[in-house]
């Protein structure tokens, strides 16, 4: 028997033997150095890498362009009518609560569970694109 392969020989009384070859199955571990947001049913979830630009700012607009399949995220740091609070943006990673509006505008790309996505940082409006044509 070796690490890769693991022969194993079935024996049951009145049938013949059967061979299976197994081969290991290494999970695969990807570490992003680059921002990243995950989208999960219950909202927007941001890396260690997305940190720096929620400093001082612990609200986001969302804006949606249904043409473009595109959703842009703005941190800001003032409060208004239409913003989501950002969830631990100075302890750890930010996370913005928005069940209602992935359910609204999101529910498709769901299909299959969470998913992360490489945001572009726009840096004159200061905002994270996330371009859902590609998902």
């Known amino acids: 028997m070796t690490k890769e392969n693991i022969d194993i020989y079935l024996n049951k009384p009145g049938t013949k033997v059967k061979k299976y070859k197994f081969k290991q199955f290494k999970p695969i571990r990807r570490k992003l150095n680059v921002p990243c947001i995950t989208i999960t049913e219950a909202g927007f979830s941001f890396n260690r890498f ?3 630009y929620f400093q001082r ?4 607009l969302i804006y949606l362009d249904n043409n473009q399949s595109a959703i842009a995220i703005m941190p800001i740091q003032e409060q208004a ?4 609070k950002v969830n631990s943006y100075n302890k750890t990673n ?5 069940a ?3 359910r609204k505008h999101l529910k498709p790309y769901l299909n299959k569970g969470s998913f992360r996505m490489i945001p572009i940082w726009d840096d004159k409006n200061k905002m994270f694109i996330l371009d859902l044509k590609g998902k």
Do not use: L, N, Q, S
């Open 94 to 98: 930010p996370f913005v609560p928005c």
């Open 81 to 84: 009518e239409d913003v989501y």
């Open 100 to 102: 209602g509006f992935i």
């Open 50 to 52: 997305c940190k720096p």
């Open 57 to 60: 700012k612990p609200y986001t």
